[in-house]
């Protein structure tokens, strides 16, 4: 048995599904971003997860993707609030 679609239909279908896919995480962006604005200028790590909700897995990977961070002692590692914005507006969306 054969089933035949018509091109416009699969096509109107994905887009709808791709449009939804980037407003979610154009809305999941900007929450993060807004939410960085509660953050003091320099936050350690720890004020950086608890303020956006993040655990230490999403914070470890954004360090390892480039996000900055300043050591200002052994325990101490610090990161500036502009570079974490900067980082939240350029950062690659990974596979879905």
């Known amino acids: 048995m054969q089933i035949t679609i018509p091109d416009n239909v699969i ?3 994905l ?14 962006r900007l929450k993060l971003l ?3 604005v509660e953050l003091p200028p320099y936050p350690n790590k720890s004020q950086v997860k608890e303020v956006l909700g ?3 897995d ?3 990977d954004w360090l390892a993707r480039g ?3 300043q050591i200002w002692s052994k325990q101490d590692i610090r990161i500036e609030r502009g570079e974490l914005q900067e980082f ?9």
Do not use: R, Y
């Open 34 to 36: 807004n939410q960085t």
């Open 54 to 56: 993040i655990g230490d």
């Open 67 to 69: 996000l900055k961070c």
């Open 15 to 28: 887009a709808e599904k791709l449009v939804f896919i980037v407003l979610k995480e154009v809305d999941s």
């Open 88 to 96: 939240l507006k350029k950062m690659e969306v990974k596979e879905v």
């Open 11 to 13: 096509e109107k279908e």
């Open 58 to 60: 999403k914070l470890s």
